[in-house]
């Protein structure tokens, strides 16, 4: 391990050797596209050792250029236009019986190596795997083709992987398609797939980012497990920090396609040398940093807007004076699946069932929960994107859905809705300035153009922005960027509510934190309030004043921050707490729990199988809880 | 990564090619369209005027026949210039006709789903199991023959095509955030049809519609060849290949020219057709 501690600076020879413990080493690698590979440099001068039975993980921001590195190494960048300008990867191929570099190999010799010797996990597994065929035949395919074998023993084979990777039930796993899995299961049969012929070295590239945190926490540990086992060297790439805390051995920081920091993970993640790495840990919302504080708090980060005076104090509210601005009772939604020759309801998904929420004036309320449990339902009835089944949602003490159509419109101004991903929510074909300024036309707001193209102007600068902008058409913007556009807009009819669905999960770590910033320096100047849909509970610490925990479309908790997290009742809860990863690698290799098993069961219900209605008790002042058990399937 | 991907492709966008593509495409479209035009000026004949002397001759031979004659004895580039007020009106307003009627069908059908949606589609399947031309033998039967009877014929067999189109990219696109984002802010439905929706679907329609009008040049051809289009002594270049498919092996100029006419008014249409869905998208991507 001496030389993967020992950061290789980019002066180093280009004469490639390899260090006898390393199983791949790799050497000023330079990788640019557009013509001749000039265009862009995705990858300069990278150089790292990959030793046996480690966990390399390579993290960075969105086009840093770790996910090309992973892909040079299967010699794939030409597929995307891309080509390798420099470097080596000296590899000690056991199918081709001689050290190779990966760089210089024919199409044909790489086509032995990849998926035998090297394989990969992809982040998607909706997309990785192939809809029409069966998952046996996928995983059987790897092995005919690398191994040589007989169907009929491919088939045993595969069987055997299932059961490492513990898929429950293999055997009639073999015969299922991909879409009869959910996405934990479809992301466990690629890693089955991906180890089906113990490969020496295993490329995750940011193999859980689509999962949950609970059935992340399943995979990571299997991945790690697996890799106890069979002796596999892993390249693991994120974004994530915490997960990397709890994956790694060593630790590669890149950004802009170069190289900033490298080291065991100890040393990267407490004591980072570079400046970069230190503003992106200092980014990470950490879960458990907020103990025994009450209200939210600023991020510490560089580009915070001038504004802000004292970034440790966040934004207030006062709750207990007054009435709440937004109040759900009962709040139902069922979608109905219909089915069979005349269209029958046979099942219908109960995405929300009895949710009784209140958001009082200037506080943050954060709806918290995996996929399925409703949360995004309850913000997009409450925004009269969906009509309820039953039950009410009340803005200012007027029930909305009892009012004329017309009079509704008048909850489309006071409540805005920004949306999870900041490249689909807004029109490619109107300018920036068109698409903040539609809302305040719609409601007469502005009633001159140029009017609105002042007020647009004014909120581009509030959100960290040049009026200038709103000439130029969304793509010219980056991901950061285009949220705090949404925001602009969101802004423009001066609500009192902002639903956030997602709203900074696809944004960068130090990105997320800039955006954060922004929405709670917002709150603070206008009273705001925010539910703030999301799944990430370290956000959630962050930024809320109090939390709701959704389960299968029913709330199980609900309470202050403080009660939540420091004083967790509900098992539901709990649960998803454990599984957020911790970033403390000071723990050691210890430091891993295995988590629960078990799927998030599906709201889908057969007609007439009504689920038991939770009923919520109060244990504190404010802290309710649900007295229903919790059942993992 | 994505990233990096479409950071490529925005700076090979806007080659000059699209430059020469619209350059090229409007001097050929321009050209033909003008000269068809001003045609009854220049020849006030109409290209009919016979000459069984000139009967079949050879192109280049005399100054009078600069494209050569027809089995008639009438110049070949006098009926194409003609030829193209027939062609071009066909199979443009034809095009624009059904483009109209289908978009419009399948924004509301797409968008609003549901009971409606259902009945057109139903609709549209019917009218795509009409054999085309057992619906012009109807409708010319019924109406009798004439130019303004073969367009509505296109149009009422065509629109199915952009409704169904129009309808998938609808159904799509009514899913995606930006339009959830218009619903949430209460934009009105027509605004967010014509606003958010139709604009982004524009792509495929034009080039499908720069397809057509190639089409309907032909289709013209057909229906006046089986006696259903125009006057058969009205100059069209359809009309002009049937003519001359007897002579193919003899006389190769006879159906060289008029074809060679419609390709040139199809290629000009389709870089024209190209160019503006480019620049429609702010993007300018360059897609296949």
């Known amino acids: ?633 | 990564m994505a990233n990096e991907h479409s950071q490529i492709e925005g700076q090979v966008k806007r080659s000059s090619f699209r430059q020469f593509e619209f350059v090229a495409g409007l001097m050929l479209c321009g050209t033909i369209g003008m000269l068809a035009l001003i045609s009854p000026l220049l020849f006030p004949d109409g290209g009919q005027s016979v000459n069984l002397l000139a009967r079949l001759m050879p192109p280049l031979q005399s100054s009078e026949y600069p494209l050569g004659a027809d089995p008639l004895g009438r110049d070949i580039l006098t009926r194409i210039i003609v030829g193209g007020r027939v062609s071009f009106t066909v199979g443009i307003l034809s095009a624009l006709g059904a483009v109209t009627l289908g978009t419009v069908i399948g924004l509301f059908a797409g968008y609003y789903r549901g009971f409606a949606d259902a009945l057109l589609m139903r609709f549209a399947d019917i009218q795509l199991a009409l054999p085309f031309i057992l619906l012009a033998i109807t409708i010319i039967a019924i109406f009798g023959p004439g130019l303004d009877r073969i367009i509505i014929l296109m149009i009422v067999s065509q629109w199915v095509q952009y409704a169904r189109l129009v309808r998938g990219s609808v159904l799509s696109l009514r899913e995606r955030e930006f339009v959830q984002a218009a619903r949430s802010y209460g934009l009105a439905n027509s605004k967010i049809i014509f606003r958010h929706i139709l604009p982004n679907a524009l792509g495929p329609l034009i080039i499908l519609m720069t397809l057509n009008v190639a089409n309907n040049i032909l289709l013209e051809s057909s229906l006046t060849f089986l006696g259903l289009g125009v006057d058969p002594r009205v100059a069209s270049w359809g009309g002009m290949l049937a003519e001359g498919r007897n002579y193919a092996q003899s006389a190769w100029w006879v159906t060289v020219f008029p074809g060679l006419a419609i390709m040139m008014t199809v290629l000009g249409l389709n870089m024209l057709g190209d160019w503006l869905r480019d620049n429609l998208d702010p993007l300018g991507r360059t897609r296949l």
């Open chain 1, 1 to 633: 391990m001496q030389e993967l501690t020992t950061p290789l600076t980019s002066t180093n020879t280009v004469t490639a050797s390899k260090p006898a413990s390393a199983i791949l080493s790799l050497r000023n690698l330079s990788v640019g596209f557009g013509q001749n590979g000039k265009s862009v440099r995705a990858v300069e001068d990278l150089s790292f050792d990959l030793a046996m039975n480690k966990t390399l993980a390579i993290v960075g921001e969105s086009g840093s250029g770790k996910s090309i590195t992973s892909l040079a190494l299967l010699g794939l960048v030409h597929h995307l236009g891309g080509s390798v300008l420099n470097g080596s990867a000296l590899f000690n191929s056991r199918v081709l019986g001689r050290e190779v570099d990966l760089n210089s190999l024919s199409e044909k010799e790489l086509r032995k190596i990849r998926g035998d010797e090297i394989s990969m996990i992809f982040q998607e597994p909706m997309t990785s795997l192939n809809p029409v065929y069966t998952i046996g035949t996928q995983i059987s395919e790897t092995l005919m083709l690398h191994r040589g074998v007989s169907a009929a023993e491919a088939r045993r084979l595969t069987k055997d992987y299932l059961d490492l990777v513990r898929l429950p039930d293999a055997l009639r796993l073999l015969d299922a398609y991909p879409h009869q899995l959910s996405g934990g299961m479809r992301q466990r049969a690629m890693i089955a797939m991906a180890l089906s012929c113990q490969p020496k070295i295993l490329i995750a590239d940011e193999p859980t980012t689509a999962l949950d945190v609970t059935i992340q926490a399943q995979i990571l540990h299997i991945i790690r497990e697996l890799q106890a086992e069979l002796g596999t060297a892993v390249i693991f790439i994120s974004h994530d920090m915490s997960v990397v805390s709890e994956m790694a051995d060593d630790v590669l920081v890149m950004k802009s396609g170069r190289m900033v920091e490298q080291g065991s993970v100890e040393k990267v993640l407490l004591n980072p040398e570079q400046e970069y790495t230190q503003a992106l840990l200092a980014a990470v919302p950490q879960i458990g940093s907020m103990k025994g504080q009450s209200k939210p708090k600023f991020f510490m980060v560089p580009g915070l807007s001038e504004g802000t005076t004292n970034p440790s104090s966040g934004p207030q509210a006062d709750h207990n004076t007054k009435a709440p601005l937004l109040e759900t009772k009962g709040l139902t939604k069922r979608f109905d699946i219909r089915k069979g020759l005349f269209s029958r309801i046979t099942h219908r998904v109960h995405a929300a069932e009895q949710v009784s929420l209140q958001l009082y004036p200037g506080e943050t309320l954060a709806l918290v929960g995996e996929s399925g449990s409703g949360k995004s339902t309850v913000g997009k009835t409450i925004q009269q994107l969906i009509e309820p089944t039953s039950g009410e949602v009340h803005f200012d003490g007027q029930s909305i859905f009892k009012l004329p159509k017309l009079a509704r419109q008048r909850f489309r101004r006071e409540i805005q809705y920004i949306f999870q991903d900041p490249y689909g929510s807004l029109n490619p074909r109107l300018t920036v300035g068109q698409s903040i300024m539609e809302p305040a036309l719609t409601h007469g707001i502005a009633t001159s153009k140029v009017e609105a193209e002042n007020m647009v102007g004014a909120l581009l600068e509030k959100v960290g922005l040049q009026p200038e902008h709103a000439q130029r058409y969304p793509h010219e913007f980056s991901g950061g960027q285009r949220q705090r556009i949404c925001i602009a807009r969101a802004l423009i009819c001066d609500p009192k509510v902002i639903i956030a669905d997602e709203s900074v999960s696809a944004l960068d770590v130090s990105v997320q934190a800039q955006v954060l910033n922004l929405m709670m320096q917002l709150q603070q100047e206008r009273a705001l309030s925010y539910l703030f849909i999301t799944h990430d509970m370290a956000v959630v610490e962050r930024v809320a004043h109090r939390v709701a925990v959704m389960y299968l479309g029913q709330l199980v908790e609900i309470g202050s921050r403080q009660q939540v997290f420091e004083n967790p009742q509900h098992d539901y809860t709990k649960r998803l707490l454990d599984a957020v990863p911790h970033m403390d690698p000071s723990r050691g290799p210890g430091r891993f729990k295995p988590p629960l098993e078990g799927e998030i069961p599906s709201p889908m219900r057969a007609v007439g199988n009504e689920p038991a209605i939770n009923k919520l008790e109060q244990i504190a002042p404010g802290h309710f809880v649900s007295q229903s058990d919790f059942i993992p399937s």
